[in-house]
Structure formats: structure tokens, C-alpha cells
């Protein structure tokens, strides 16, 4: 964001720190073709065939696409002016889940690229 014009590179960063923070809980529900994604208090259930899920949040429409790969679980958002792409893969030993993430917005010069790792919880 260091190129960008000055009025614009504050609102860049704080939305990206918005959308890249770790969240304190994710749970993923997964059976018969579609996974139920659970964060904070909103869920989402989408089918794994790639076929769209139109979702509608307080930041505007986007449509969801899940697929499997390689034993990991894509899903990409595409919105008015961003695609969000979140990997979701599992640790062998399935304590972790891990989640890379690509943005790519029309004011990004490139994509922003991160990993989160969630731990289990007790059960």
C-alpha cells in the first residue's frame, strides 16, 4: 500500500486489517456434497461442486464457489470489485486447520496472501 495516494492507502490498510484478522473461532461442517461454514455469527452452507452460492452480508452481494482439490477444500468470492480465495486445508494429524487466503481488489497492485492456523478445540 505504500504507493498508493495518501487518502486512499488509510482506508486500504484499515479494511485489510479488518478482513485479515484471525478469527477468534471457524468451524467447518462438512457432509454429501456441501460443507457448512461456521464464523463468529454468521454460517454458510455451499455445495463442493463448484456450482454458485449467491450470499448476501452487510458489506454487499458476493457469489461463492467450493470445490475439493488435493484433499483441501477452495472456496473463491467474488464480489463488485474483489475475488477472496480461502484454502482450507488439515494438518495430518488433524489438530490444525489452516486457512490461505488470496485478495486481489482493483486497488491492490497485487494480491494480499496470508495463512491462518486454528488449534483444535477440546472436545
Known amino acids: 500500500t505504500n504507493d498508493m495516494n495518501r487518502l486512499v492507502r488509510g482506508q486500504v490498510r484499515q479494511t485489510l486489517q479488518a478482513k485479515t484478522a484471525p478469527l477468534p473461532k471457524i468451524s467447518l461442517t462438512d457432509g454429501r456434497g456441501r460443507v457448512t461454514i461456521s464464523r463468529q455469527d454468521r454460517r454458510v452452507t ?60 482493483g486497488k491492490l497492485k497485487e494480491p494480499v496472501r496470508y495463512r491462518n492456523t486454528y488449534h483444535r478445540a477440546s472436545r
Open 46 to 105: 455451499v455445495t463442493t461442486d463448484g456450482s454458485p452460492t449467491r450470499v448476501q452480508s452487510e458489506r454487499g452481494a458476493a457469489t461463492l464457489r467450493a470445490k475439493r482439490q488435493n484433499g483441501q477444500l477452495i472456496v473463491t468470492s467474488q464480489a463488485q470489485n474483489a475475488v477472496h480465495t480461502t484454502v482450507y486445508s488439515v494438518s495430518k494429524d488433524r489438530t490444525r486447520l489452516m486457512l490461505d487466503v488470496s485478495i486481489s481488489a
